[in-house]
């Protein structure tokens, strides 16, 4: 009999009794724009918000400069693990996600390590969605209070407002489970944050007094650098922007020609590397020192209001996406140990309880970005490719001392990193995430 788990609206899910594996077949393959948009999409979600907050720690400079770097380095190293999966894909493995791929190169170990990691970054991604789904609509619900909240009052909110979150996003990764229908929401999504960030940035240009100076000038005084001690926070929050990275494996999967999938990534990450330099210089521009960690906070009035309920709104369509590495864990777990559907339904809102007291704890969005694009993004994208490929591949010198660098870098930003964001977060702990 098949197990309810398995059952799909408009698609099949096979189940393969031996190695208990949960797999997705789509009914439709996506084209090379298609395949493209859905990655660009993939990884352009709310995180990259926190983009024009890492300006506004590091400067001008230090923020292009991070921006650039990292998509060049993440672009390749994504390459090389691409090459890799043909390698052991040419050897007979069958290698379909990173997980698979971990278990390919190093065995149990390997396939603990980034499943690990990946579990991270996606956890790491759903407590950034609650901050910044709470804290908005904390900033959207106190105007319509005649009353000056303090800090302790904020943060009451904030929390009351995290615990309805948690249940009403529970029910929505619970109901939408048909990838058709995510992909549906995730073109929505992309669209209303597009329209969200134009009218920010209509905002700025015609309200001349958002740098906080003297003088009401439109572009505000920028930093072209501050401190030493801030630019791993930078690259944290840039490495976090690349929130697409887990699900590489899984869009190639859809794609109806996978040979140009290189191509497509490359022109993606090409096109999220501008967006995000420019996304950061304009709102850094606009609104100077004043530039909150969610950005939705920098607007006020009616614009404010519109633009508050947009994002939220783009964090409620894109969840299901950045839960879906989630389900399949709880997924292949239920399938091992006999749960019910029902039993998973619960794990799963388990899980979601868990990201939002974390949200409540650490409510400062940017400082979390870096935190996690630091540890666990840091990882998958610096380490884990350049090590398999050093070791799958037969690389010349170039490529030797390349892939060394990629994982050197890694290092740094892990190391240095962790200990800038855990200085950060130790500043804004217990208070409110700025309103």
């Not at 300006?55 to 380095?73: D, E, K, S």
């Not at 960030?197 to 650098?225: K, Q, R, S």
Request: a neutral charge; one cysteine or more; charged letters at 10%.
């Amino acid at each position: 009999e098949e197990h309810p788990l398995l059952q799909s609206a408009q698609g099949v899910e096979t189940y393969d009794g031996g190695e208990k594996e949960v797999v997705l077949v789509h009914t439709k393959k996506r084209s090379s724009i298609g395949t493209g948009v859905i990655f660009f999409k993939a990884s352009f979600g709310v995180g990259s918000l926190g983009v024009p907050y890492a300006f506004r720690q590091g400067g001008i400079v230090t923020g292009l400069v991070a921006t650039a770097g990292v998509t060049v380095l993440i672009t390749y190293t994504l390459i090389m693990l691409l090459r890799s999966v043909d390698k052991l894909r040419a050897d007979g493995a069958k290698v379909h996600t990173l997980a698979e791929f971990g278990a390919a190169c190093w065995g149990w170990k390997g396939e603990k390590s980034v499943t690990g990691a990946l579990l991270g970054c996606q956890l790491g991604t759903l407590v950034a969605y609650f901050i910044f789904a709470a804290t908005s609509l904390t900033g959207l619900i106190m105007p319509f209070f005649d009353l000056n909240f303090s800090s302790a009052e904020r943060y009451n909110l904030y929390l009351l407002i995290l615990v309805l979150l948690v249940p009403l996003m529970s029910m929505i990764v619970a109901l939408i489970r048909d990838m058709h229908i995510i992909d549906t929401l995730v073109f929505l999504s992309m669209g209303i944050m597009l329209t969200g960030i134009c009218e920010i940035v209509g905002y700025g240009l015609i309200n001349p007094t958002l740098c906080g100076t003297a003088d009401h000038a439109i572009w505000c005084p920028m930093h072209m650098f501050t401190s030493f001690e801030n630019i791993p926070i930078v690259v944290g929050v840039v490495t976090f922007a690349l929130e697409g990275l887990p699900t590489v494996l899984p869009i190639e999967r859809t794609m109806e020609d996978p040979r140009q999938y290189k191509t497509v990534v490359v022109w993606s990450m090409a096109a999220l590397g501008a967006a995000y330099a420019g996304l950061g210089t304009l709102f850094y521009a606009l609104f100077g020192h004043n530039t909150t960690s969610v950005i939705a906070l920098d607007v006020s009035g009616p614009v404010g209001t519109l633009v508050k309920l947009q994002l939220t709104l783009v964090v409620f369509l894109s969840f299901p996406l950045q839960f879906l590495p989630i389900r399949e864990v709880v997924e292949k777990q239920s399938l091992k140990w006999n749960l019910s559907r029902r039993a998973s339904i619960l794990a799963e809102a388990s899980v979601l309880g868990a990201c939002g007291l974390t949200a409540a704890l650490l409510p400062h969005f940017g400082a979390l970005l870096s935190l996690v694009g630091c540890i666990c993004f840091s990882f998958l994208g610096f380490l884990v490719p350049p090590y398999a490929w050093l070791m799958l591949g037969k690389p010349g010198p170039v490529t030797v001392a390349l892939a060394m660098c990629c994982v050197a870098f890694g290092l740094m930003e892990m190391i240095f990193g962790t200990v800038s964001n855990i200085n950060e977060l130790a500043k804004h702990y217990g208070e409110v995430a700025k309103m």
